[in-house]
């Protein structure tokens, strides 16, 4: 899990943003805490907000026929979320390659760092066929 | 509520289905109980068997284009459930009218029954536009 | 489902709050509209808020031993919503008896009401046993 | 994500158990796609199951008071599920020190592999605190 780290470090990354999101009770399991499979949909609303701040949000890419299925995730957990609490979500994007975009995620509860995690992500015209990452995104999420 | 509970009772329901689906921890929450959302996921599995029970799995359904979406709904809830209890869910469909199917289910946990509930649907064609209840399955569903 | 409809038109409902959520991918289903157990997930966050709202937060009264689980629900649905889209729920609560709650619930996505629906709630103490609307949440809730 | 494709190669692995899940319409989303959160649901299955067969049901390891949180988890897609497919779930389980426990996945769509993923687990006994893999364990799922 070395690129899930590095991935945070590296300098290539660019664009940062923050949102918050309150646990659902729908979202806790019979421990107490969250359910571990929620945080990717916690990710989902990170990547959401923080293509919606670039002025790229993703419902408007969609309309135009491509996609951006994940191909690959991961997550470290380093502590649990209760029901309300008020999450906060640190996203940040990069391109990895002419095919593929990259987003890293903090989840914090309070100044708690309770998990660390990637989605990257390739795009799919509407023929179904892989897409290179469009020009004007990779100047905008580009290395600077 | 009184047409939940009637739903079961009266006599044109023709077609009943069994089958069993064992509750997953993602669908437990903080109380140690399944999340009452849930329970709609296991009606969907209810009448999702029942339909393919029937010949008429709703996936091949959808391929003409046609969608059965979920205009009313409604649950009783007697008992909760709790991770890894194998439930039986038991799903009627019936008729009705020319426009609305109705599928009503009782879950159960070894002899208990943890909940009473139903779904009434409209059929949506390739369109969007409403659609008549197709000849062939008011026959298979129709009144006895 | 009169109760349904009615529960929100009579007058004994005192208490009224609205919040906001945003539709998220994972909650949308193949049909390309939110799946319609999810509502039950938004009706938790409209009720969640209106208790947060009156100075009671569910989360403080878990933390006291007392559990409101959901004993009867209902929703009736008249449109869809869709990835991205900013839904406003509309919560009403109300002492339905001396031991039970009542949230009723309208969604909307701009003008356009998507569903209705309710749910009824008991009140469990700490052994599991079956407990009485505290006083205080009576008078909060209670018949103006 | 080396130790993810890694982890199934590995000669320590002994325990290896296939089951089945079929896709639910609540697990699809907009794209017509199985949502790629739901895949760390059917991990959960994979697991579940493994344990039983190896006569540990989680369930019970669970009522004597040790949980197994998820420290880390990866997952590397690489086709999608649909509505109704039958999905075949291999899980591999492996200790991989004196406080860890590991589970590789597989999941197949008739012959072709959708997904590779693995979680890492800890124990975490009733006060709360860290508790080293149960020696029986480790000789059910130890190195041969």
């Known amino acids: 899990m070395r690129r899930l780290v590095s991935g945070w470090n590296e300098n290539r990354v660019a664009h940062e943003f923050t949102t918050t999101v309150r646990v659902r009770y729908a979202e806790t399991d019979a421990m107490g805490w969250v359910y571990y499979g929620c945080y990717f949909v916690y990710f989902e609303i990170g990547r959401t907000e923080l293509m919606r701040e670039l002025g790229r949000p993703y419902s408007e890419i969609e309309k135009n026929g491509t996609r951006l299925p994940v191909v690959s995730t991961g997550c470290h957990f380093l502590a649990g979320a209760r ?57 905008t999420l580009g290395p600077r």
Do not use: W
């Open 83 to 139: 029901y309300d609490d008020l999450l906060r979500i640190v996203t940040r994007a990069s391109v990895l390659s002419a095919y593929r975009l990259r987003f890293d995620y903090r989840i914090f509860s309070s100044e708690k760092m309770l998990c660390e995690g990637f989605t990257e992500h390739c795009f799919v015209n509407q023929d179904g066929g892989l897409a290179k990452v469009p020009r004007d995104l990779v100047e």
